[in-house]
C-alpha cells in the first residue's frame, strides 16, 4: 500500500446530524497510529448534514442557480476540512487546506486535508483529481455505507451488497449526471475518471473505525472494491 494514502471522507460520518465527536475521535486515533507506521494521509472532507441544511434553506428563501447551490456546498466542505484540521492540530497538518486539486502539492506534514474545487466538481471527483495529480492508484471512501448495491437498500429490503464491480458495471447503477446534493457512494463525474485512469476505489463504512484500520493493515473488511 503507498505510503501517501487518500481518503474521501464522507460528510455523513463527520456531521449526520449533530457533530459526530465519537466517530472524530476514534478516527484521529487511528490516522496519528498509523501515521507512526510511516503513513500520509490526504483527507478530502464532504460537506455532510451542514451542506444539506444550507442548500434546503437557500431555496427556501429564493431560487438559485446550479452554481450558486454548488458554492453553498463548496464552502460547506472548506469548513469540514478545516475542523478536521483543527482535531489534529497542527503539528501533523498542513496549515492551508487543498482548494485546487490541479496545483503542486505541499505534502510535508503527514496529513493534508482538502474541500470542495469549483461548482460541476464533488469531493470525490476531487480525491480522484488529487489522486492522478500524484500519482496514486487507490482511494478510501468512507461513508455510512457498508456496501455498494444493485438497488436502494432504503427503498427495497432486497437489494444485494456487491463487494466487488467494474467501473462500467458500477456506472450503469448511478445516474448519468452530478448536481448538488446528489447521494450515490461515488459521483458520475468522479466514476468516469477514477475509470479512465484505472484508479481503484475502496467503498466502506467508517463506522466502526476498525473497518478502515483492518483495510489499511491489509486484513480482511466489509466494503466494495470498484476497479477496471
Same mark, same amino acid.
Given at each position: 500500500? %503507498?505510503?501517501?494514502?487518500i ?8 456531521? =449526520?446530524?449533530?457533530?459526530?465527536v #465519537?466517530?472524530? @475521535? ?35 428563501? @429564493?431560487s438559485? /442557480? ?10 460547506? /466542505? ?6 478536521? @484540521? ?8 498542513q496549515?492551508? $487546506?487543498? /482548494? ?10 503527514? $496529513? ?6 469549483? +461548482? ?9 483529481? *488529487? &489522486? ?7 482511494? *478510501?471512501?468512507?461513508?455510512?455505507? #457498508?456496501?455498494?448495491? !444493485? ?5 427495497? =429490503? ?9 467501473? &462500467? ?5 448511478? +445516474? ?8 450515490? +457512494?461515488?459521483? =458520475? $463525474?468522479? %466514476? ?10 475502496v ?14 493493515? !491489509?486484513?480482511?473488511?466489509?466494503? /466494495?472494491? $470498484?476497479?477496471?
Amino acid at each position: 500500500m %503507498s505510503k501517501t494514502i487518500i481518503i474521501s471522507l464522507g460528510g455523513s460520518l463527520i456531521v =449526520p446530524e449533530e457533530i459526530d465527536v #465519537d466517530f472524530l @475521535r476514534g478516527f484521529r486515533e487511528l490516522i496519528l497510529a498509523e501515521i507512526d507506521k510511516g503513513k500520509k494521509f490526504i483527507i478530502i472532507t464532504g460537506g455532510g448534514k451542514i451542506a444539506r441544511n444550507y442548500l434546503e434553506a437557500a431555496e427556501v428563501v @429564493r431560487s438559485f /442557480t446550479k452554481d450558486e447551490l454548488d458554492w453553498l456546498g463548496i464552502y460547506s /466542505t472548506r469548513f469540514n476540512a478545516h475542523f478536521v @484540521r483543527l482535531l489534529f492540530g497542527d503539528e501533523y497538518t498542513q496549515t492551508e $487546506i487543498i /482548494t485546487d486539486p490541479l496545483l503542486a502539492l505541499n505534502l510535508q506534514k503527514p $496529513i493534508t486535508l482538502g474541500g470542495g474545487y469549483k +461548482p460541476g466538481n464533488s469531493t470525490d471527483h476531487v480525491a480522484v483529481l *488529487i &489522486a492522478k495529480n500524484i500519482g496514486a492508484k487507490t482511494i *478510501i471512501n468512507l461513508s455510512n455505507t #457498508d456496501y455498494v448495491y !444493485d438497488s436502494d437498500p432504503k427503498t427495497n =429490503p432486497n437489494a444485494q451488497k456487491i463487494e466487488q464491480i467494474s467501473w &462500467a458495471e458500477y456506472r450503469e447503477l448511478i +445516474p448519468k449526471e452530478w448536481n448538488p446534493g446528489l447521494n450515490t +457512494p461515488f459521483d =458520475p $463525474i468522479a %466514476s468516469e475518471l477514477a475509470g479512465k485512469e484505472g484508479i481503484k476505489v475502496v467503498i466502506m463504512n467508517g463506522k466502526p473505525i476498525d473497518n478502515l484500520a483492518k483495510y489499511l493493515n !491489509d486484513e480482511k473488511f466489509f466494503g /466494495t472494491i $470498484i476497479a477496471n
